[in-house]
C-alpha cells in the first residue's frame, strides 16, 4: 500500500542573513601598527565608494533602513540584552569594531535559477564590518520576501544563495549549486552595480593564475571597491557563507523529518526522504535542535536548528512572529556576529603565526601580543546572562569548533614563545662564553704586568733588583717587554681556549698556542734579563 503524499508546506515569510567572514591578505613582516593602516585605507576607499560608516548611532543601524517594526524600544531591549563589555564591542564609540552600511540605493536583489521566474528578495541590511588589530571582515546581508512559496524553494534559497562561487561546473554556462544571475536593483527596478555572470574559462583561469578561489561577480559588485585577490581580501572558508534564516510556515508541525534536516544542514530539497543514513541522524534532534519552545501538542510551535554554518528559526504562532522575529534580527544576529568574528580572528591569528619563525624578535613579539590582545578584547564565551543565550551561544560555538581552534591558536603561541626564549637563552649563552674569553684576555694582561713587573722597562744595576732612575730605557727593554707580554697574552689565551671552548678544533688550537706562547715568553724574558 503506498504511503500518502505529504502535504506542501507553505512559507509565509522567509528571511536570510548571510554572514561572509574574510581576511587582509597580510606580509608576513606587517605589524599590527602597520596591518590597521591598512584597514582604515580600505575604509577611506569604502566611503568613496557609497559605504558609510555608523558610529555613535549604531543601535539605530537596523531601525534607519526604513522597518518600523524596530524602532526604539527593539534597541533598547537589544543593547540590555547584553553583558556591558559586549555593549561596550557593539555599540560604542570607539570600538574596535567599525561598522559600515551600503547606502547606495540598494532595495532589492533579482535572483535567477535557471527555470522559472527570477525570484525578488527585498535587501534589508548590507553592513560591513571591519576588525582593524586582526585585519578581518565580514559582510552581514538581510534578505526576505513574502512570496517564496513553498518550503521546497526555500531550502533551494538557502543552499544555493549563500554561495559565494560556484563548487563545480555543469556546462560552461551552468554552474552547478549557485543561482545563474544575481541583479542588485534600486527604485524603479534599476540595476545598481551591474555584474556579469561569471563562466567556466574566467573561473578555471582565475585560479590557474592566482592560486586562489574565484568570486561570483555579483558579490565582487556589491563589494566594492575592495578587492579580491592574492594581494589584498581572501576568503575564510570554503564557497558556503554561513547563514541565519527565519521562516514562518504554515503547519510547521506537518514537515518531515527529512525536512528538518535538509534546514538543518542547509541541504537542498529531495522529497521527504530522509538526505542521510539512519544510523548518522540518530542523535540529530539532540545535537542539532533546540526545542525550549517546542511543543506542538500544547501549541508551542517555534523550533531553532543550529549547525556550524547555519541557524535556523522555524514557527508560525504569535509568539513567533513578533519576539522571536526581533530576537532573531537583534539578538541572535549579534550573537552570529560575534561567533564568526572570532572564528576569523583565531584564523587570521594562525596565518600570521606561522611564518613568526622567520621574523626578528620585535616583529614576532608584536603577533604574541595580538593574540593576548584578542584574548582580552575579543575571547568571550557568553555572552548574556540570559540562559537561553547561554546555551544558544555555547552549541553553536561547540558546531563551530570554537574552543577547540582558540586552544590549537594559543599553543602556537606558547611553542613560538618557547622557541624564542631558547634562542634567547642559546645567545646569552653564547654571549656569556664571549665574555669568559675577554676576562681571559684580561687576566693574562693582569698575570704577565703582576709577574714580570713594570720595572722590566727600567735596567737595574748589576746585582741589584733595585732600578736606577738614572740609567734611560733602551729599545731593546721595550721590545724584550713588548715580545714577552704578546707571548703570555697568546700562552694565557690559549689555555683559556683550551679549557672553555665548546668546540673540539679550538680546544686543541688553544693547547697548541697556549705552549708556544709559554715557551716564548720564557725565552723573552730571559733575553730581557741579558739586556
Given at each position: 500500500?503506498?504511503?500518502?503524499?505529504?502535504?506542501?508546506?507553505?512559507?509565509?515569510?522567509?528571511?536570510?542573513?548571510?554572514?561572509?567572514?574574510?581576511?587582509?591578505?597580510?606580509?608576513?613582516?606587517?605589524?599590527t601598527?602597520?596591518?590597521?593602516?591598512?584597514?582604515?585605507?580600505?575604509?577611506?576607499?569604502?566611503?568613496?565608494?557609497?559605504?558609510?560608516?555608523?558610529?555613535?548611532?549604531?543601535?539605530?543601524?537596523?531601525?534607519?533602513?526604513?522597518?518600523?517594526?524596530?524602532?526604539?524600544?527593539?534597541?533598547?531591549?537589544?543593547?540590555?540584552?547584553?553583558?556591558?563589555?559586549?555593549?561596550?564591542l557593539?555599540?560604542?564609540?570607539?570600538?574596535?569594531?567599525?561598522?559600515?552600511?551600503?547606502?547606495?540605493?540598494?532595495?532589492?536583489?533579482?535572483?535567477?535559477?535557471?527555470?522559472?521566474?527570477?525570484?525578488?528578495?527585498?535587501?534589508?541590511?548590507?553592513?560591513?564590518?571591519?576588525?582593524?588589530?586582526m585585519?578581518?571582515?565580514?559582510?552581514?546581508?538581510?534578505?526576505?520576501?513574502?512570496?517564496?512559496?513553498?518550503?521546497?524553494?526555500?531550502?533551494?534559497?538557502?543552499?544555493?544563495?549563500r554561495?559565494?562561487?560556484?563548487?563545480?561546473?555543469?556546462?560552461?554556462?551552468?554552474?552547478?549549486?549557485?543561482?545563474?544571475?544575481?541583479?542588485?536593483?534600486?527604485?524603479?527596478?534599476?540595476?545598481?552595480?551591474?555584474?556579469?555572470?561569471?563562466?567556466?574559462?574566467?573561473?578555471?583561469?582565475?585560479?590557474?593564475?592566482?592560486?586562489?578561489?574565484?568570486?561570483?561577480s555579483?558579490?565582487?559588485?556589491?563589494?566594492?571597491?575592495?578587492?579580491?585577490?592574492?594581494?589584498?581580501?581572501?576568503?575564510?572558508?570554503?564557497?558556503?557563507?554561513?547563514?541565519?534564516a527565519?521562516?514562518?510556515?504554515?503547519?510547521?508541525?506537518?514537515?518531515?523529518?527529512?525536512?528538518?534536516?535538509?534546514?538543518?544542514?542547509?541541504?537542498?530539497?529531495?522529497?521527504h526522504?530522509?538526505?542521510?543514513?539512519?544510523?548518522?541522524?540518530?542523535?540529530?534532534?539532540?545535537?542539532?535542535?533546540?526545542?525550549?519552545?517546542?511543543d506542538?501538542?500544547?501549541?508551542?510551535?517555534?523550533?531553532?536548528?543550529?549547525?556550524?554554518?547555519?541557524?535556523?528559526?522555524?514557527?508560525?504562532?504569535?509568539?513567533?512572529?513578533t519576539?522571536?522575529?526581533?530576537?532573531?534580527?537583534?539578538?541572535?544576529?549579534?550573537?552570529?556576529?560575534?561567533?564568526?568574528?572570532?572564528?576569523?580572528?583565531?584564523?587570521?591569528?594562525?596565518?600570521?603565526?606561522?611564518?613568526?619563525?622567520?621574523?626578528?624578535?620585535?616583529?614576532?613579539?608584536?603577533?604574541?601580543?595580538?593574540?593576548?590582545?584578542?584574548?582580552?578584547?575579543?575571547?568571550?564565551?557568553?555572552?548574556?546572562?540570559?540562559?537561553?543565550?547561554?546555551?544558544?551561544?555555547?552549541?553553536?560555538?561547540?558546531?563551530?569548533?570554537?574552543?577547540?581552534?582558540?586552544?590549537?591558536?594559543?599553543?602556537?603561541?606558547?611553542?613560538?614563545?618557547?622557541?624564542?626564549?631558547?634562542?634567547?637563552?642559546?645567545?646569552?649563552?653564547?654571549?656569556?662564553?664571549?665574555?669568559?674569553?675577554?676576562?681571559?684576555?684580561?687576566?693574562?694582561?693582569?698575570?704577565?704586568?703582576?709577574?714580570?713587573?713594570?720595572?722590566?722597562?727600567?735596567?737595574?744595576?748589576?746585582?741589584?733588583?733595585?732600578?736606577?732612575?738614572?740609567e734611560?730605557?733602551?729599545?731593546?727593554?721595550?721590545?724584550?717587554?713588548?715580545?714577552?707580554?704578546?707571548?703570555?697574552?697568546l700562552?694565557?689565551?690559549?689555555?683559556?681556549?683550551g679549557?672553555?671552548a665548546?668546540?673540539?678544533?679550538?680546544?686543541?688550537?688553544?693547547?697548541?698556542?697556549?705552549?708556544?706562547?709559554?715557551?716564548?715568553?720564557?725565552?723573552?724574558?730571559?733575553?730581557?734579563?741579558?739586556?
Amino acid at each position: 500500500m503506498e504511503k500518502a503524499a505529504l502535504p506542501l508546506i507553505e512559507v509565509e515569510q522567509f528571511r536570510e542573513i548571510l554572514l561572509w567572514p574574510f581576511r587582509l591578505d597580510i606580509p608576513k613582516r606587517d605589524r599590527t601598527e602597520q596591518i590597521s593602516d591598512r584597514i582604515s585605507r580600505e575604509a577611506d576607499r569604502l566611503k568613496a565608494s557609497g559605504w558609510e560608516e555608523v558610529t555613535k548611532s549604531r543601535l539605530d543601524a537596523l531601525s534607519s533602513l526604513g522597518s518600523p517594526q524596530d524602532g526604539a524600544a527593539d534597541a533598547y531591549a537589544e543593547f540590555v540584552y547584553f553583558h556591558p563589555f559586549i555593549q561596550d564591542l557593539l555599540f560604542s564609540d570607539p570600538s574596535p569594531l567599525r561598522l559600515f552600511r551600503l547606502g547606495a540605493g540598494i532595495e532589492r536583489m533579482e535572483v535567477s535559477f535557471g527555470t522559472g521566474d527570477p525570484l525578488i528578495f527585498s535587501v534589508e541590511r548590507c553592513h560591513l564590518y571591519l576588525l582593524p588589530p586582526m585585519g578581518v571582515a565580514l559582510l552581514a546581508l538581510e534578505v526576505s520576501s513574502e512570496t517564496l512559496g513553498t518550503l521546497d524553494r526555500a531550502l533551494t534559497v538557502l543552499d544555493t544563495l549563500r554561495r559565494a562561487y560556484p563548487p563545480y561546473w555543469i556546462s560552461e554556462k551552468e554552474p552547478g549549486l549557485s543561482p545563474d544571475t544575481v541583479r542588485w536593483l534600486g527604485r524603479g527596478d534599476t540595476e545598481i552595480r551591474p555584474s556579469e555572470p561569471l563562466d567556466r574559462d574566467q573561473a578555471i583561469n582565475w585560479v590557474r593564475t592566482h592560486h586562489t578561489s574565484p568570486l561570483a561577480s555579483h558579490w565582487r559588485a556589491l563589494l566594492q571597491p575592495l578587492q579580491f585577490d592574492p594581494q589584498h581580501w581572501r576568503q575564510l572558508g570554503d564557497e558556503r557563507m554561513p547563514v541565519m534564516a527565519w521562516l514562518k510556515v504554515k503547519h510547521p508541525e506537518a514537515i518531515s523529518r527529512g525536512d528538518w534536516v535538509r534546514l538543518a544542514l542547509l541541504d537542498k530539497p529531495d522529497g521527504h526522504a530522509l538526505p542521510y543514513g539512519t544510523a548518522y541522524l540518530t542523535d540529530f534532534e539532540a545535537r542539532h535542535c533546540y526545542d525550549a519552545f517546542w511543543d506542538p501538542k500544547e501549541g508551542k510551535t517555534t523550533r531553532t536548528l543550529l549547525s556550524g554554518h547555519s541557524f535556523v528559526m522555524v514557527g508560525n504562532d504569535d509568539f513567533f512572529t513578533t519576539h522571536a522575529r526581533t530576537h532573531f534580527r537583534r539578538h541572535y544576529f549579534q550573537m552570529g556576529l560575534i561567533a564568526h568574528l572570532q572564528i576569523a580572528a583565531l584564523l587570521a591569528l594562525s596565518h600570521r603565526l606561522s611564518h613568526a619563525s622567520d621574523l626578528s624578535d620585535p616583529a614576532a613579539e608584536d603577533i604574541l601580543k595580538a593574540a593576548l590582545d584578542f584574548t582580552h578584547r575579543l575571547w568571550f564565551p557568553d555572552l548574556s546572562n540570559h540562559s537561553q543565550s547561554r546555551e544558544l551561544f555555547q552549541h553553536w560555538r561547540s558546531f563551530l569548533g570554537t574552543e577547540t581552534l582558540y586552544a590549537q591558536v594559543m599553543r602556537e603561541a606558547q611553542d613560538h614563545l618557547a622557541f624564542r626564549n631558547a634562542r634567547s637563552d642559546r645567545a646569552a649563552a653564547d654571549a656569556a662564553n664571549t665574555l669568559s674569553l675577554v676576562a681571559t684576555v684580561g687576566l693574562t694582561l693582569s698575570l704577565v704586568v703582576g709577574l714580570l713587573g713594570i720595572n722590566v722597562l727600567i735596567p737595574g744595576q748589576t746585582g741589584s733588583s733595585v732600578p736606577n732612575a738614572a740609567e734611560p730605557v733602551t729599545r731593546q727593554a721595550v721590545w724584550a717587554f713588548v715580545e714577552t707580554t704578546i707571548a703570555g697574552v697568546l700562552g694565557c689565551t690559549g689555555l683559556g681556549l683550551g679549557l672553555i671552548a665548546t668546540r673540539r678544533r679550538w680546544r686543541e688550537a688553544g693547547w697548541v698556542a697556549a705552549v708556544l706562547g709559554l715557551v716564548a715568553m720564557v725565552a723573552a724574558y730571559l733575553a730581557q734579563r741579558q739586556l
